[in-house]
């Protein structure tokens, strides 16, 4: 019924740039955010960053305040996660995902997930 896609991963130095897709598709598509998570080897998946379809307001994770900016088209149903001053612990399998919820944060709060694109960052 629903589907995220990401795109945009890969490999970069400690420094670099990516910029992350996700398009969503789906009639009945409707959700009111999309979010960013990313799960690193071992640890638990973590919030990134979300931003509302409406008026495109984000909010994110104070581990990447400054260094991570969302955007969105709602044209194309697709978000975009653009990561500046990429750093070896932001090394993970990053997942969009879709809300009904206006400021999601948790993971209980989405209820469609894309399969994930793996960025890695090297030192």
């Known amino acids: 019924q629903v589907q995220l896609v990401e795109s945009g991963g890969g490999l970069v130095q400690a420094g670099g740039s990516l910029r992350l897709s996700c398009v969503a598709s789906?009639?009945?598509?409707?959700?009111?955010?999309m979010g960013w998570f990313r799960q690193a080897p071992g640890k638990e998946r973590e919030f990134v960053a979300a931003i509302s379809w409406s008026g495109g307001s984000t909010y994110c994770a104070e581990s990447v305040k400054g260094r991570f900016t969302c955007s969105r088209d709602n044209a194309k149903n697709t978000v975009y996660l653009q990561m500046n001053n990429l750093k070896p612990k932001d090394t993970a399998v990053y997942y969009c995902?879709?809300?009904?919820?206006?400021?999601?944060?948790?993971?209980?709060?989405?209820?469609?997930w894309g399969q994930g694109t793996q960025v890695t960052v090297s030192s």
């Open positions: 789906g009639r009945t598509f409707s959700s009111d955010a």
């Open positions: 995902a879709a809300s009904d919820s206006e400021y999601p944060t948790l993971i209980y709060e989405y209820q469609y």
